[in-house]
């Protein structure tokens, strides 16, 4: 990766965490150059963005949590809502059309916080291997850049909620990928 690329990246994160708006030019300029392949990709990854939306949402309201893992779920919550939107607009522009979201349903892991945040964090990292199997196959840099921002938010929550569990935030030096039908395989009990 450039310096340049590097730079891009990091402008961005820093625009996806100021908001949809602000990633605006970038979803522009991504309009010319992306593919049907793009957006189906897009649509994909904005379902897994609100499965995990959803199950913050409603883990916040369903468990009795902790002050501090409350405060993190809160985070978490907002993070996921706004990567809803952001797709969900960017997959629009592109023609695409954003579907509501389908009926989720997470079974006993609203029972205790401990339950819940071993299930945040297999969809945490669920996300973050869906991204980088997906990274390879997007045709725009621009809708990369956008997925790479997310993702590296995505690691981050992944490390919060280890921390909270009281494991190591980053145990390895790399995260893995999974393809399409592997991701499917894992979020198939949530989808009734």
């Known amino acids: 990766m450039t310096r340049a ?3 891009a ?3 961005l994160a820093v625009g996806l965490a100021a908001g949809a708006a602000a990633a605006g030019p970038w979803v522009s300029t991504a309009l010319a150059q992306s593919s049907r392949g793009d957006a189906d990709i897009l649509a994909y990854a904005l379902l897994l963005e609100q499965l995990e939306a959803r199950y913050y949402r409603d883990g916040l309201r369903e468990v009795d949590l902790s002050p501090a ?4 779920v809160e985070e978490l919550a907002a993070n996921e809502s706004e990567h809803v939107a952001t797709l969900g607009d960017t997959l629009t522009v592109l023609g695409g059309r954003a579907a509501p979201p389908p009926r989720f349903d997470f079974g006993a892991a609203y029972g205790s916080e401990r339950a819940f945040l071993r299930l ?3 969809l945490e990292e669920t996300g973050v291997a869906a991204y980088n199997g997906a990274a390879p196959l997007l045709s725009s840099r621009e809708i990369l850049r956008t997925a790479g921002g997310i993702v590296q938010v995505e690691g981050r929550h992944a ?3 280890r921390a909270l569990r009281g494991r190591v935030a980053a145990p390895r030096a790399f995260d893995g990928a999974l393809d399409r039908p592997a991701v499917e395989r894992r979020i198939a009990p949530f989808l009734p």
């Open 9 to 11: 990246r990091g402008t």
């Open 69 to 72: 893992a409350r405060a993190v």
């Open 159 to 161: 490390a919060a909620i």
């Open 5 to 7: 690329e590097l730079l």
């Open 120 to 122: 945040a964090e297999t």
